[in-house]
């Protein structure tokens, strides 16, 4: 039976030394393709990565620069990469995703902004601001009205420093109904190997005959003729 989990480790508390991923991630590396690595050590954070992504000519080879958590590129982007990489070298049309950067460094990242009538982005998010204020994009935080307008644009953004979400009493309630769920399953299952592996068979009872009982004849039935 396959072992199931009920814990979760909050992302405050993920370090080198329990991160889930630790397994797969080759972080000890010195690079890992195009950024300096080197720092999976015991008692490291969690950490936000740049990467870059080219989409193959099936979706139209699209690009992307962003940032995501050192843990989430181990689980999930890891191994995307290396399928894309696998197809490129057997001259198959991979995919490219690839890190190019830490926290700190900085990137351009596609964004779709918001417009009213002034030109003015509206209500930006607090994270892209100083980007905005780099490109001088003019932007209005407190307009209410409906944007009128939609405009994709690349702006420079700096790799952030990762913080961990602060779980708010919804999250808790899921992630408790979720640890219920997990128990309820790993008590059913095994509950039903134990059912299947330990009820004991008995071999050694010799088997009833079975004897078909006479059929009783119904009001009005003749009796069968006998030749006499």
């Known amino acids: 039976m396959g072992r199931m989990t009920t814990d979760i480790v909050a992302a405050k508390d993920v370090t080198c030394d329990n991160c889930p991923a630790r397994s797969q991630c080759r972080f000890d590396q010195p690079r890992v393709d195009d950024m300096k690595a080197g720092f999976k050590k015991p008692g490291h954070k969690v950490e936000n990565l740049a990467y870059r992504l080219i989409t193959d000519s099936s979706e139209g080879n699209r690009t992307k620069e962003d940032f995501v958590s050192c843990q989430a590129w181990v689980e999930v982007f890891q191994p995307r990469a290396r399928y894309g990489r696998q197809l490129r070298e057997d001259g198959k049309d991979g995919e490219v995703l690839e890190l190019i950067g830490r926290e700190g460094d900085t990137i351009k990242r596609r964004q779709v902004l918001f417009y009213n009538g002034q030109g003015q982005v509206v209500k930006p998010q607090a994270e892209i601001i100083p980007a905005l204020d780099r490109a001088g994009i003019k932007y209005n935080v407190n307009d209410n009205y409906p944007p009128v307008a ?38 059913a299952a095994e509950a039903y190997y134990e059912e299947e592996e330990f009820v004991p ?13 006479p059929v009783k004849r119904g009001p009005g039935r003749p009796k069968k003729a006998v030749d006499g």
């Open 150 to 187: 939609t405009k994709e644009v690349a702006l420079e953004i700096v790799v952030p420093e990762y913080h961990s979400k602060t779980y708010s009493d919804y999250d808790r309630e899921v992630i408790e109904r979720h640890k219920a769920g997990q128990k309820k399953a790993k008590a």
């Open 201 to 213: 068979i008995r071999r050694d009872e010799p088997e009833e005959d079975v004897v078909s009982a």
